[in-house]
């Protein structure tokens, strides 16, 4: 079969995002944190949670009554980060057209990566058994603070009777999720699926753990200039929290219902370091086996892809063996982006959260800035976006996910040709 002919089958058997939801630091909807996330700025502050805590600034979520988002009495059954995933949840749905009135609930699944849970109701209740004995905990505490409540929850609101499961691979857990929901597909067992990642943990006891392993940055003096990807002078990472969904079909489903691909999901791919409970590998040997696996099912040579949404987390070892990886395996220099500098680490969320912004820059034809990037260490040698937006045409990219524990996941997404039929690639014919 001739290359051309290899892609059509692909476009016609392949994996099409068809909505996004979001809630982020940088916006509680698609457009206003794609155009945070292109501003290049920071959205870390000071945060009154924190305050006496050795780092006491972080990346909230502003802005979004989540209890009038969610609607109805159920709100008050469910931790923060499930209502995050309820809201991105429906947004998704929305935004692929597609309404749970209208589907076979049977046919759809939900993943929704978790890389903690309900710490917040955890420790609330732990004050209240202090102050007033067995009686005074909740007895929603066990439902509130599970990570697989998010996933539950969501399913509940859409009426999806599929497989619903609630990956936690720390770090990597949105990206866990987006893999995952590609199986499904693929293996029939799904028509549509609704994945994605979704974390809040923006509390003393957590960001106390974070700061006494040395993993937050310490820039107490300038919150806006802590979170730095690639940074010579990176000293950690900024804790933030939100949420990131995507809608997941097979795109031969999204072009008999006349649907609207956003990008194609082209291949996934795994990798782990078996190394240490937090220190990455640092050859990157599973980050490698990861990327390698995710070129391998969407059938590219690393030199077709132009475009990178590094993990990049601000911290010594990640950024250094991030770099080191992509120079290794791209040396033909794709353009690379890292969110966290604006968002802060949203840990679980944060792998769909960047999914959903490589898709956006498919579609924009725009990579956005990394935040406070001002100069390169010696070694690095990458061609990070800086100070403004690029504009540049990208057909192929990677987003990179790495988790403590050694989980590494690396998702590919392929653009879709704006004037073709649904499920096309750009330049490649429809089949069919």
Same mark, same amino acid.
């Given at each position: 079969?001739?290359?051309?002919?290899?892609?059509?089958?692909?476009?016609?058997?392949?994996?099409?995002?068809?909505?996004?939801?979001?809630?982020?630091?940088?916006?509680?909807?698609?457009?206003?944190?794609?155009?945070?996330?292109?501003?290049?700025?920071?959205?870390?502050?000071?945060?009154?949670?924190?305050?006496?805590?050795?780092?006491?600034?972080?990346?909230?979520?502003?802005?979004?009554?989540?209890?009038?988002?969610?609607?109805?009495?159920?709100?008050?059954?469910?931790?923060?980060?499930?209502?995050?995933?309820?809201?991105?949840?429906?947004?998704?749905?929305?935004?692929?057209?597609?309404?749970?009135?209208?589907?076979?609930?049977?046919?759809?699944?939900?993943?929704?990566?978790?890389?903690?849970?309900?710490?917040?109701?955890?420790?609330?209740?732990?004050?209240?058994?202090?102050?007033?004995?067995?009686?005074?905990?909740?007895?929603?505490?066990?439902?509130?603070?599970?990570?697989?409540?998010?996933?539950?929850?969501?399913?509940?609101?859409?009426?999806?009777?599929?497989?619903?499961?609630?990956?936690?691979?720390?770090?990597?857990?949105?990206?866990?999720?987006?893999?995952?929901?590609?199986?499904?597909?693929?293996?029939?067992?799904?028509?549509?699926?609704?994945?994605?990642?979704?974390?809040?943990?923006?509390?003393? *006891?957590? $960001?106390? !753990?974070?700061? #006494?392993?040395? @993993?937050?940055?310490?820039?107490?003096? +300038? /919150? =806006? %200039? &802590?979170?730095?990807?690639?940074?010579?002078?990176?000293?950690?990472?900024?804790?933030?929290?939100?949420?990131?969904?995507?809608?997941?079909?097979?795109?031969?489903?999204?072009?008999?219902?006349?649907?609207?691909?956003?990008? *194609?999901? $082209?291949? !996934?791919?795994? #990798?782990?370091? @078996?190394?240490?409970?937090?220190?990455? +590998? /640092? =050859? %990157? &040997?599973?980050?490698?086996?990861?990327?390698?696996?995710?070129?391998?099912?969407?059938?590219?040579?690393?030199?077709?892809?132009?475009?990178?949404?590094?993990?990049?987390?601000?911290?010594?070892?990640?950024?250094?063996?991030?770099?080191?990886?992509?120079?290794?395996?791209?040396?033909?220099?794709?353009?690379?982006?890292?969110?966290?500098?604006?968002?802060?680490?949203?840990?679980?969320?944060?792998?769909?959260?960047?999914?959903?912004?490589?898709?956006?820059?498919?579609?924009?034809?725009?990579?956005?800035?990394?935040?406070?990037?001002?100069?390169?260490?010696?070694?690095?040698?990458?061609?990070?976006?800086?100070?403004?937006?690029?504009?540049?045409?990208?057909?192929?990219?990677?987003?990179?996910?790495?988790?403590?524990?050694?989980?590494?996941?690396?998702?590919?997404?392929?653009?879709?040709?704006?004037?073709?039929?649904?499920?096309?690639?750009?330049?490649?014919?429809?089949?069919?």
């Amino acid at each position: 079969m001739t290359e051309e002919g290899r892609n059509m089958g692909r476009a016609d058997t392949g994996v099409a995002v068809t909505g996004l939801g979001l809630v982020t630091p940088a916006g509680a909807d698609e457009h206003t944190f794609w155009a945070g996330l292109c501003a290049g700025v920071s959205v870390a502050r000071r945060c009154h949670e924190l305050a006496g805590m050795p780092v006491d600034f972080g990346c909230p979520v502003d802005g979004a009554d989540l209890d009038e988002a969610v609607g109805g009495r159920s709100a008050w059954r469910m931790a923060r980060f499930a209502k995050m995933a309820l809201v991105a949840a429906r947004h998704a749905v929305a935004d692929a057209g597609l309404s749970p009135k209208r589907w076979d609930g049977d046919r759809v699944g939900v993943v929704i990566g978790v890389g903690v849970g309900g710490v917040s109701a955890l420790v609330d209740n732990l004050r209240r058994l202090d102050g007033g004995g067995p009686d005074a905990v909740s007895p929603l505490l066990v439902p509130m603070m599970m990570p697989n409540a998010a996933a539950g929850e969501v399913a509940i609101a859409l009426r999806a009777h599929g497989p619903s499961l609630a990956p936690a691979s720390a770090c990597a857990s949105g990206a866990t999720a987006i893999a995952v929901a590609r199986d499904l597909l693929t293996s029939g067992r799904c028509d549509v699926v609704v994945a994605g990642g979704a974390e809040s943990v923006l509390t003393p *006891l957590v $960001a106390s !753990a974070f700061a #006494g392993m040395g @993993a937050l940055s310490r820039r107490t003096g +300038d /919150p =806006a %200039g &802590a979170s730095r990807p690639f940074a010579a002078d990176r000293d950690g990472f900024v804790l933030g929290e939100g949420a990131g969904v995507l809608v997941l079909e097979r795109t031969r489903d999204v072009h008999a219902r006349a649907g609207r691909p956003r990008a *194609l999901l $082209a291949g !996934a791919g795994s #990798g782990t370091d @078996a190394h240490h409970p937090t220190s990455p +590998d /640092p =050859a %990157g &040997a599973g980050a490698g086996r990861a990327v390698e696996a995710a070129l391998g099912e969407a059938g590219w040579a690393a030199h077709e892809v132009d475009h990178i949404n590094a993990h990049g987390t601000s911290t010594p070892l990640n950024d250094a063996m991030e770099s080191a990886l992509i120079q290794r395996l791209f040396p033909h220099r794709p353009s690379v982006t890292a969110p966290k500098g604006v968002l802060g680490h949203t840990l679980g969320a944060a792998g769909a959260i960047e999914a959903a912004a490589t898709v956006l820059t498919l579609e924009h034809s725009l990579v956005p800035p990394v935040a406070n990037l001002d100069s390169l260490p010696d070694g690095f040698d990458l061609d990070c976006v800086v100070k403004e937006p690029r504009a540049q045409h990208v057909e192929r990219a990677l987003s990179h996910s790495f988790g403590f524990g050694g989980h590494n996941v690396a998702l590919a997404f392929q653009r879709v040709a704006p004037d073709g039929p649904p499920g096309t690639a750009s330049g490649v014919l429809a089949a069919g």
